[in-house]
């Protein structure tokens, strides 16, 4: 059932099994799994089932520390969350992600491997409506004999990932949840105050708001929070005792290792055979509706142990020849004068309408006719290390529902700088070695970041994960430490970020933590 918060009236208290705060990735993967169960669920959206602007401002910030991104742009808040603009793009993250690595990378690891995980990832893949959970390149035709060095190894490896359609859980889960016989999904329904008592040792209620003024009472069993990376931590600073420092944050770690994935241009690649083919991973089509393949470049786990160095992805567009030489080489080919026959008559007047080509029309076409590539542009993500300066906090203002404000005091380290300077090194040096080309990068300055970085939107560690109560806000199965009642889901508690996109994890830790609620409902 699916009902509007802004009908319910003024004071009620909304009895339940178990209530989880949030409809995106995480939230929605959570209720799915009761939709059969014989508990009661209450799954609360701010937003409604369509995009508000009224709902969105709720978002409304300050940045105070290194430049990040409008905090507004970043999320999206109604039903679906920010997948109702997802890319799609899905991996898990490597074994070395979840590996303590000694002191080189102070509060790295997870307090599982990925092996662990791994059967969680493999129901993920459905909920994200992707192909088998293989990742292997030679699942998908990438053998090692088709990889052009010098990312063939030892130092960079051919990587996969799946792109999933995208799926927009919102429009594609909402049948399913409205037709759950005891699952309530509550829209415009805003999170206010988890009251826990004196103690703080259990959630007693929860207060909710409309924007209409309207404030009603959640009381359950169980809670969890999984509104994402920034209001996940805005929640609890803002909860607990009055006069307090929040809920769940006796050792102040609420709010901090804020970290993202850093992203930004890379440089170009000059190939000394301007002619060669570079796609080497999967040639299916894109169909829109169906997930994809798509290859990317990344670090092996040894050059990242060798070299002490943290995870990344590299990818690539193509840089063709001046298009008007491509199109009028076309066009010869058109009129009979070089290889390609009628099914080029319309491709140039295609291509004559862009500034360049796709990666699909390169992999397809214009490789086999022969059009010379002039680079590969390169963009990167670099995993971010954790830094317990890097945090969210509170302000002193308020927004329309009488939450205080968010600040966002986003730091990157250093080493995080020198550790992407080296790794576009060590891929300059292995071009060069190999015969591959030459390497133009676009930074090379370890003391200045370059002009066109970026924390991206995959904010995460702010509810970081930890055995140790005074190394991590939740412990191994997402429950607040010390708080017997409240559970955190999505990418806030990520210990580390690695260098994969955060969805497909998100959708596992959420199965999994699925399972743990429903062991300790029963």
Same mark, same amino acid.
């Given at each position: 059932?699916?009902? &509007?918060?802004?009908?319910?009236?003024?004071?009620?208290?909304?009895?339940?099994?178990?209530? #989880?705060?949030?409809?995106?990735?995480?939230?929605?993967?959570?209720?799915?799994?009761? $939709?059969?169960?014989?508990?009661?669920?209450?799954? *609360?959206?701010?937003?409604?089932?369509?995009?508000?602007?009224?709902?969105?401002?709720?978002?409304?910030?300050?940045?105070?520390?290194?430049?990040?991104?409008? !905090?507004?742009?970043?999320? !999206?808040?109604?039903?679906?969350?920010?997948?109702?603009?997802?890319?799609?793009?899905?991996?898990?993250?490597?074994?070395?992600?979840?590996?303590?690595?000694?002191?080189?990378?102070?509060?790295?690891?997870?307090?599982?491997?990925?092996?662990?995980?791994?059967?969680?990832?493999?129901?993920?893949?459905?909920?994200?409506?992707?192909?088998?959970?293989?990742? %292997?390149?030679?699942?998908?035709?990438?053998? $090692?004999?088709?990889?052009?060095?010098?990312?063939?190894?030892?130092?960079?490896?051919?990587?996969?990932?799946?792109?999933?359609?995208?799926? %927009?859980?919102?429009?594609?889960?909402?049948?399913?949840?409205?037709?759950?016989?005891?699952?309530?999904?509550?829209?415009?329904?805003?999170?206010?105050?988890?009251?826990?008592?004196?103690?703080?040792?259990?959630?007693?209620?929860?207060? @909710? =708001?409309?924007?209409?003024?309207?404030?009603?009472?959640?009381?359950? $069993?169980?809670?969890?929070?999984?509104?994402?990376? #920034?209001?996940?931590?805005?929640?609890?600073?803002?909860?607990?005792?009055?006069?307090?420092?929040?809920?769940?944050?006796?050792?102040?770690?609420?709010?901090?290792?804020?970290?993202?994935? !850093?992203?930004?241009?890379?440089?170009?690649? +000059?190939?000394?055979?301007?002619?060669?083919?570079?796609?080497?991973?999967?040639?299916?089509?894109?169909?829109?509706?169906?997930?994809?393949?798509?290859?990317?470049?990344?670090?092996?786990?040894?050059?990242?142990?060798?070299?002490? *160095?943290?995870?990344?992805? !590299?990818?690539?567009?193509? =840089?063709?020849?001046?298009?008007?030489?491509?199109?009028?080489?076309?066009?010869?080919?058109?009129?009979?004068?070089?290889?390609?026959?009628?099914?080029?008559?319309?491709?140039?007047? @295609?291509?004559?309408?862009?500034?360049?080509?796709?990666?699909?029309?390169?992999?397809?076409?214009?490789?086999?006719?022969? #059009?010379?590539?002039?680079?590969?542009?390169?963009?990167?993500?670099?995993?971010? $290390?954790?830094?317990?300066?890097?945090?969210?906090?509170?302000?002193?203002?308020?927004?329309?529902?009488?939450?205080?404000? @968010?600040?966002?005091?986003?730091?990157?380290?250093?080493?995080?700088?020198?550790?992407?300077?080296?790794?576009?090194? *060590?891929?300059?040096?292995?071009?060069? %070695?190999?015969?591959?080309?030459?390497?133009?990068?676009?930074?090379?300055?370890?003391?200045?970041?370059?002009?066109?970085?970026?924390?991206?939107?995959?904010?995460?560690?702010?509810?970081?994960?930890?055995? &140790?109560?005074?190394?991590?806000? +939740?412990?191994?199965?997402?429950?607040?430490?010390?708080?017997?009642?409240?559970?955190?889901?999505?990418?806030?508690?990520?210990?580390?970020?690695?260098?994969?996109?955060?969805?497909?994890?998100?959708?596992?830790?959420?199965?999994?933590?699925?399972?743990?609620?429903?062991?300790?409902?029963?």
């Amino acid at each position: 059932m699916i009902i &509007d918060a802004r009908s319910i009236p003024r004071g009620t208290i909304v009895e339940t099994d178990l209530c #989880i705060i949030g409809a995106g990735a995480a939230g929605i993967t959570l209720a799915r799994e009761f $939709r059969d169960s014989p508990f009661r669920v209450a799954l *609360l959206e701010s937003g409604g089932m369509h995009f508000d602007l009224e709902t969105q401002e709720l978002y409304k910030g300050r940045s105070v520390g290194d430049p990040f991104s409008d !905090l507004m742009a970043d999320r !999206l808040r109604y039903f679906g969350g920010t997948t109702n603009h997802w890319g799609g793009w899905c991996l898990p993250l490597d074994a070395i992600d979840f590996e303590a690595r000694g002191d080189a990378f102070p509060y790295h690891g997870w307090p599982f491997t990925k092996a662990q995980l791994d059967p969680w990832y493999a129901r993920a893949q459905e909920v994200c409506q992707l192909g088998p959970y293989d990742y %292997r390149p030679s699942r998908w035709g990438v053998s $090692r004999d088709k990889v052009p060095q010098p990312f063939g190894g030892p130092d960079f490896e051919a990587k996969i990932l799946q792109e999933s359609p995208p799926t %927009r859980f919102g429009p594609v889960y909402a049948p399913e949840l409205r037709g759950a016989p005891r699952v309530t999904v509550y829209l415009h329904a805003n999170a206010f105050y988890l009251d826990a008592g004196e103690t703080a040792a259990e959630v007693k209620t929860l207060a @909710v =708001k409309t924007l209409s003024s309207d404030q009603f009472t959640v009381r359950a $069993r169980l809670y969890v929070l999984a509104t994402g990376g #920034i209001e996940n931590a805005r929640l609890l600073l803002a909860s607990g005792p009055e006069g307090g420092k929040g809920l769940g944050n006796a050792h102040d770690l609420v709010g901090r290792f804020f970290m993202t994935h !850093l992203a930004a241009s890379g440089g170009t690649i +000059v190939p000394a055979d301007s002619y060669r083919d570079f796609a080497f991973a999967t040639n299916d089509p894109y169909i829109p509706g169906k997930y994809r393949v798509d290859r990317i470049l990344g670090l092996s786990p040894q050059s990242m142990r060798r070299r002490h *160095l943290p995870n990344m992805i !590299l990818g690539w567009t193509y =840089k063709f020849a001046p298009v008007r030489e491509a199109v009028d080489a076309l066009k010869r080919m058109t009129h009979g004068e070089g290889p390609g026959g009628s099914r080029l008559s319309d491709l140039s007047e @295609v291509i004559a309408n862009f500034e360049g080509v796709t990666d699909f029309l390169a992999r397809k076409v214009l490789f086999g006719e022969g #059009i010379p590539i002039e680079g590969l542009s390169l963009w990167y993500s670099f995993e971010q $290390r954790p830094n317990r300066e890097s945090r969210v906090s509170l302000g002193a203002q308020r927004d329309r529902l009488g939450m205080p404000e @968010v600040v966002v005091d986003w730091r990157v380290l250093p080493e995080d700088r020198r550790n992407a300077v080296d790794t576009l090194r *060590l891929l300059g040096m292995e071009i060069g %070695r190999t015969g591959f080309g030459r390497f133009r990068p676009a930074w090379a300055d370890a003391d200045k970041w370059p002009p066109d970085l970026s924390g991206n939107e995959h904010h995460m560690g702010t509810t970081r994960m930890h055995r &140790d109560p005074k190394l991590g806000v +939740v412990d191994a199965d997402c429950r607040v430490h010390d708080v017997a009642n409240l559970f955190v889901a999505g990418s806030s508690v990520f210990p580390t970020g690695g260098a994969a996109n955060p969805t497909l994890t998100i959708v596992a830790l959420a199965l999994r933590l699925a399972d743990h609620v429903k062991r300790l409902l029963a």
